[in-house]
């Protein structure tokens, strides 16, 4: 059974740094990906960022890039988001998502595995 836990989450005011981790048990494959993605409540889930389990593919919203990095321990089955220069606009709920796809993965029908999220407020 996979199950993916998102933790490191929390209030932080704007410019601030914060770092999430997602902890995936279950996975029997290395193939494809983790991804990130964020929802605000009455919005679409937005994506956020991609790195295959290999390292070599990642992809990143624009709204992030040069902000965020996404990163991976192998060894211990885990995926980090460290976020930087935090917005007010960056508030939402985090999720981790894993993918089978051998490919950046960028959209929500790309994965097969969600956590439950860890919710990031940033105060103006």
């Known amino acids: 059974q996979v199950q993916l836990v998102e933790s490191g989450g929390g209030l932080v005011q704007a410019g601030d740094s914060l770092r999430l981790s997602c902890a995936a048990s279950?996975?029997?494959?290395?193939?494809?990906?983790m991804g990130w993605f964020r929802q605000v409540p009455g919005k679409e889930r937005e994506f956020v960022a991609f790195?295959?389990?290999?390292?070599?593919?990642?992809a990143y919203a624009d709204s992030v890039k040069g902000r965020f990095t996404i990163s991976r321990d192998t060894a211990a089955n885990t995926v980090a988001l460290q976020m930087t220069k935090l917005k007010p606009e960056d508030t939402a709920v985090y999720l981790c998502?894993?993918?089978?796809?051998?490919?950046?993965?960028?959209?929500?029908?790309?994965?097969?595995?969600w956590g439950q999220g860890t919710q990031v407020t940033v105060s103006s």
């Open positions: 279950g996975l029997t494959l290395r193939n494809g990906g």
């Open positions: 790195l295959s389990w290999s390292g070599q593919l990642t």
């Open positions: 998502a894993a993918s089978p796809y051998l490919f950046s993965a960028t959209m929500e029908t790309h994965y097969d595995y």
